[in-house]
């Protein structure tokens, strides 16, 4: 299970952060990330990070957002810097578990948290 928390109404150049906390068991590897979706609009990839570490952004970040995360705490933060209105959306936190031999991966999600970037 996924608990999502942050987010809601920010004005632009706002810098809200998003937690999301996993509870139960995640594996050893995984992949934490997070997802939005604009209305009318498909869901996108904005930032992942492995278990290893390795970290993707989403090009239309571009160096504004931060992913870590807490690995005693099976927990992932997004900071969000500059934002603008066109990062309006439901921010969804994701966490993949992959396993290997043979390799299969299994995702769950949170419950998506709204942002909302007006002034």
């Known amino acids: 299970q996924l608990q999502a928390s942050g987010g809601g109404l920010v004005q632009p150049g706002g810098s809200p952060r998003l937690s999301c906390a996993a509870s139960?068991?995640?594996?050893?590897?995984?992949?934490m990330g997070w997802y939005r979706q604009a209305p009318g609009k498909r869901r996108e990839l904005v930032a992942a990070?492995?278990?290893?570490?390795?970290?993707n952004y989403a090009e239309f970040v571009q160096g504004r957002f931060t992913i870590s995360r807490d690995n005693a705490k099976n927990t992932v933060f997004l900071q969000m810097n500059s934002l603008k209105p066109e990062d309006t959306a439901v921010y969804y936190c994701n966490i993949g578990i992959v396993a290997y031999n043979p390799y299969a991966r299994n995702d769950y999600w949170g419950q998506g948290t709204q942002v909302t970037v007006s002034s």
């Open positions: 990070v492995t278990s290893g570490g390795r970290i």
């Open positions: 139960g068991s995640i594996g050893s590897t995984n992949v």
